[in-house]
Nanobody, 123 residues
């Protein structure tokens, strides 16, 4: 069983930065960050192959967000820069026991989820 606990959310002005963390327990093959704004579907933000370090990003965050991991600490990170009001959402950490670059952005492809951390960006 994999347990995920996110932290690091908060409120920031547009153009600011935040770093999210996700402490993980248990074996995973890939991990990802998703976000969900009120009234919208949960969308994939970024993913990382925990063994190889390969990454993928949603077009909306490329060049602004960076996903990374610290294997020694079993922790996943999401560094978010140049934040925009449209980045406002609940951010979730997710994990699964496989790696695929094809369906990484689909919430249904993941087996384990954290409780979420709120990110609010004001204009």
């Amino acid at each position: 069983q994999v347990q995920l606990v996110e932290s690091g959310g908060g409120s920031v002005q547009a153009g600011g930065s935040l770093r999210l963390s996700c402490a993980a327990s248990g074996y995973t093959r890939s991990m990802a960050w998703f976000r969900q704004a009120p009234g919208k579907e949960r969308e994939g933000v970024a993913t990382i192959y925990t063994s190889g370090g390969d990454t993928r990003y949603a077009d909306s965050v490329k060049g602004r967000f960076t996903i990374s991991q610290d294997n020694a600490k079993n922790t996943l990170y999401l560094e978010m820069n140049s934040l925009k009001p449209e980045d406002t959402a609940m951010y979730y950490c997710a994990a699964r026991l496989e790696w695929s670059a094809v369906n990484w952005y689909r919430a249904g492809a993941y087996d384990y989820w954290g409780q979420g951390t709120q990110v609010t960006v004001s204009s």
